[in-house]
């Protein structure tokens, strides 16, 4: 098989077929020769402290498969939305506008904001049609992160409506390039369509696109200096699709992940990404000028006999032609960060999966949400939680408005390059991790599954921060 069919092959070829689409699609790029970087938002505001921008949620034409166009739904006319660029400390006024047909808000993945800037129900009514709301906050942590809807986001997401925040530090590391990486995919008919039609099994896995992009394109072609730094800042906004990268003959130096830079950088010859999580790496191409590498999605088995499936490439990898720079090395250290206290779980959270009146549901501790009862705990207060895993499937772990640290995996301590602040976690099988949180912020927050499907299908719940 042609990488052309791999990348439009997902686990979702059942369901096109009852829909009368073959289960592989002749797709091309729709522009081959170019890596598809998001579009940057335009800063309206001449204060070099503040970063004010105008978003708007609107339908627009977008190419996935040849012949045909499918409406989809934009940030700014784009997907990827555009990418929003900022210095830490910085104020983001965000003045948004709905123009779709149908309510909506801006959920900033990632960011600590003020709890009424979070973008869920909540504490936020949803954006009715036509309707502005203008969202305003201080950048607290330097980093890469991403923004989307929390009102009907498995829908919203799927058709469009993601894009991306950089926060820039005083600490940055040396690298020569610096390139976008936004993973995911779309679930379509042979018509272009979003195809809506979900059974039991796609649910249970999350739904799994027919078409896997990379920064809204297939098999886009990134070009590489030899010999120079390049720094991937990485996103996956999938609703349920796992990645699993591999560049033949190179490791990615792990530099950052979730919540900013790691005091101790890593090799990773492969790097899982869930939905929701980030990475932050740099890459030095090895091979002679002119020569083409192949980004693979390798098999990962992440529960119900997924693992199974053939490597997947993503993108083509050119090394330029000419010389490249010389005398460059990954960095060995990266910069210190608050290491929170370890110590003995407090409770245990329980995550899994089960048939309730013949529906499928995905419940926290036997309930699903809004039956969760909310965890109460004082602003300022750390706490160690056990989040266990019940389930024959990994399930990614997202808290709102909070960063916090893995300590422990089944019992096991994790390595010292695990330190870390996170925001989203994989929870693997039949397994228990621990994490310690230091709540900072009074209001309602959210935790949940960012497998999109298992979050509307009960896996929520909700952490109050009593002033």
């Known amino acids: ?11 979702a070829s059942l369901s096109l077929l009852a829909a009368g689409c073959g289960a592989e699609r002749g797709g091309e790029p ?13 800063d309206t505001n001449p204060d070099p402290e503040v970063v004010e921008v105008d978003l708007e949620a ?6 996935y498969l040849e012949g045909t166009t499918t409406t989809v739904w ?6 990827p939305g555009p990418l929003i660029e900022a210095n830490l400390g910085d104020t983001l006024i965000v003045h948004f506008k709905n123009s779709l047909p149908e309510e909506t808000t801006i959920h900033w993945h990632g960011i600590r904001v003020p709890n009424e800037m979070d973008g869920v129900m909540a504490v936020q009514a949803p954006i009715a049609p036509g309707e502005t709301f203008t969202y305003r906050f201080t950048l607290r942590d330097a980093g890469f992160y991403w923004f989307h809807p929390h009102v009907m986001e498995p829908e919203q997401i799927q058709k469009g409506l993601f894009g991306l925040i950089r926060v820039r530090g005083p600490n ?10 936004v993973l995911g995919d779309v679930l379509l008919n042979e018509d272009g369509s979003f195809n809506e039609e979900l059974d039991d099994d796609m649910i249970m896995m999350g739904r799994e696109g027919n078409v896997v992009l990379v920064n809204g394109r297939t098999m886009p072609a990134l070009e590489v200096r030899p010999g120079a ?5 990485i996103v996956n906004v999938a609703n349920g699709r796992f990645f699993n990268l591999a560049l033949p003959g190179h490791a990615f130096r792990v530099i950052g992940t979730d919540g900013g830079l790691i005091p101790k950088p890593y090799d990773a010859e492969r790097l899982l990404i869930s939905p929701g999580e980030r990475y932050d790496v740099l890459l030095m191409a090895q091979g002679e000028p002119g020569t083409e590498l192949t980004l693979m999605n390798e098999p990962y088995e992440r529960g119900h006999h997924t693992g199974h499936a053939d490597p997947m490439p993503l993108a083509t990898v050119r090394i330029g032609q000419g010389p490249g720079p010389s ?7 990266g910069p210190a960060i608050e290491r929170l206290p370890g110590g003995p779980a407090e409770a245990t959270i329980t995550f899994d999966e089960q048939y309730v009146d013949g529906k499928l549901m995905f419940l926290i501790d036997g309930k699903a949400f809004p039956d969760v009862p909310p965890i109460d705990v004082e602003s300022g207060s750390v706490h160690i939680y056990d989040l266990k895993n019940d389930a024959e499937m990994d399930h990614p772990f997202h808290l709102h408005g909070f960063f916090f640290q893995v300590l422990a995996r089944d019992g096991v301590p994790v390595a010292e390059e695990e330190l870390a602040n996170k ?9 228990t991790v621990r994490i310690v949180t230091r709540f900072d912020a009074p209001g309602m927050w959210m935790y949940h599954c960012h497998i999109l499907e298992h979050t509307e299908g009960g896996m929520m719940g909700e952490i109050h921060v009593a002033p």
Do not use: F, H
């Not at 729709?30 to 335009?42: I, Q, S, V």
């Not at 940055?172 to 990486?181: F, H, Q, S, T």
């Not at 730094?229 to 800042?233: I, P, Q």
């Open 1 to 11: 098989m042609s990488e052309r069919s791999w990348a439009l092959l997902g686990v």
């Open 30 to 42: 729709a522009a081959p020769d170019t890596w598809g970087e998001p579009t940057a938002a335009l």
């Open 58 to 63: 609107r339908e627009v034409e977008k190419t």
């Open 74 to 79: 934009s940030y700014n006319g784009t997907v």
């Open 172 to 181: 940055e590391p040396e690298a020569d390039d610096e390139r976008i990486v």
């Open 229 to 233: 730094l390049t720094r991937l800042r």
């Open 327 to 333: 005398g460059r090395a990954l960095p060995e250290t």
């Open 423 to 431: 925001d989203t976690v994989i929870l693997p099988q039949r397994s």
